[in-house]
T-cell receptor
């Protein structure tokens, strides 16, 4: 029974390039959440998606960031034209039900470094 | 003012000590309170969650919530070197789905 999978685990990009981060939720989970963790800071909510729908994107920067969770395949967090300030660890979490707080499982994260 | 405040530490204790980790929060709408443990270069792992005020115990861990003072605590009894990690408190209000995290407290338990 695989947990949340994220890939790549480490991603290096130069300024101006695109970064695509993938998250495969626990099998059977239809709710996905993305969080960002800057050095020495706690996790900050970015976006909450349910299959094919964005439910809450209040934590997403208005420009360059987008997220999707298609009917088939993993959830994707896409960052266009990356800048050094985008360097962070990006975690996704999944749950089977909305607001089921005891079963929001986190993945191992993708560490993005922007040169 | 941050919605959830947590002392970043580091906190260094000898093996066997009782550890007390604390957070304060500002929004009285928060109903759910969680503690996550995060080892270096890993994702957060849910340790405990409580709803509203009260205590919850699980083995060596006790979570405590005092809504009147907006104060949440995690106690670790008989601490072990394997408990060395960053501990993150998090809250959630009833009508949202986004966890609000503290900055995390780095704990080191030395033999």
């Amino acid at each position: 029974n695989a947990g949340v999978m994220q890939n790549p685990r480490h991603l290096v990009r130069r300024r101006g390039q695109e970064a695509r981060l993938r998250c495969s939720p626990v099998k059977g989970h239809s709710h996905v959440y993305w969080y960002r963790q800057l050095p020495e800071e706690g996790l900050k909510f970015m976006v909450y998606l349910q299959k094919e729908n964005i439910i809450d994107e209040s934590g997403m920067p208005k420009e360059r960031f987008s997220a999707e969770f298609p009917k088939e395949g993993p959830s994707i967090l896409r960052i266009q034209q990356v800048v050094r300030g985008d360097s962070a660890a990006y975690f996704c979490a999944s749950s089977p039900l909305r607001q089921n707080t005891d079963t929001q499982y986190f993945g191992p994260g993708t560490r993005l470094t922007v040169l | 003012q941050k919605e959830v405040e947590q002392d970043p530490g580091p906190l260094s204790v000898p093996e066997g000590a009782i550890v007390s980790l604390n957070c304060t929060y500002s929004n009285s709408a928060f109903q759910y309170f969680m503690w996550y443990r995060q080892y270096s270069r890993k994702g957060p792992e849910l340790l405990m969650y409580t709803y509203s005020s009260g205590n919850k115990e699980d083995g060596r861990f006790t979570a405590q919530v005092d809504k009147s003072s907006k104060y949440i605590s995690l106690f670790i009894r008989d601490s072990q070197p394997s408990d060395s990690a960053t501990y993150l408190c998090a809250t959630l209000s009833y009508n949202t789905d986004k966890l609000i995290f503290g900055t995390g407290t780095r704990l080191q338990v030395f033999p």
